[in-house]
């Protein structure tokens, strides 16, 4: 299984949504992706933070497309679902856990509440590929992934997540 949490980077990923809340307001349809999402908290995270800091209108138009090479469907099922164990979720912040979980039918897992499912949307995908999976992104998001790869496929992923980025968007990674 690989290696995630919630609010994982906080720091970071909080710079980044506040930096993007003025790009995003500009746009109808703003697009984010995460890549090497693991089983969902990242891309969850995300949506909460924005969720926090964006207008309703705004964030009800917000995609997020998460995607990871895992072939098995197991990250799929995860995200789909979207229950996690509670005792994962205690290093997250205060008061999140109540406002945006609510109880699971699985003894001792709370579900990410649909407001937030939502605009989180998986698909299987290989960054080796160096096919980017659609444009106009103004986020492209990729922690903790290109440590995995020959520094020849670092490039060819980070040109393939330029060719992914809207005009002024940002690549956090
Ligand atoms: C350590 S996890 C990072 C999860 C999350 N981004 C984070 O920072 O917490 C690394 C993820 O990269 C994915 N990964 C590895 N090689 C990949 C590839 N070629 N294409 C897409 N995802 C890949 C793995 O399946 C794994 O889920």
């Not at 040109?159 to 990674?173: Q, W, Y």
């Amino acid at each position: 299984m690989a290696f995630t949490f919630f609010f994982r980077d906080q720091q970071v990923l909080e710079r980044v949504v506040e930096h993007l809340l003025p790009v995003l307001s500009g746009r109808s349809h703003p697009r984010v992706w995460d890549a090497g999402v693991a089983m969902g908290q990242e891309p969850y995270t995300l949506s909460i933070m924005f969720a926090e800091r964006m207008g309703h209108f705004a964030f009800k138009n917000l995609r997020i497309d998460a995607t990871d090479v895992e072939s098995s469907g197991q990250f799929a099922r995860m995200i789909e679902t979207a229950e996690y164990p509670k005792d994962e979720l205690e290093r997250v912040p205060g008061g999140i856990v109540e406002k945006y979980f609510e109880p699971a039918d699985k003894p001792g897992y709370l579900r990410v509440i649909d407001t937030i499912r939502r605009p989180v949307a998986y698909q299987r995908h290989d960054l080796l590929s160096f096919q980017e999976i659609g444009q106009g992104y103004s986020l492209v998001l990729c922690k903790n992934v290109l440590l995995h790869f020959l520094p020849p496929e670092r490039i060819e992923v980070l040109r393939m997540f330029h060719r992914a980025l809207a005009p002024g968007g940002l690549l956090r990674h």
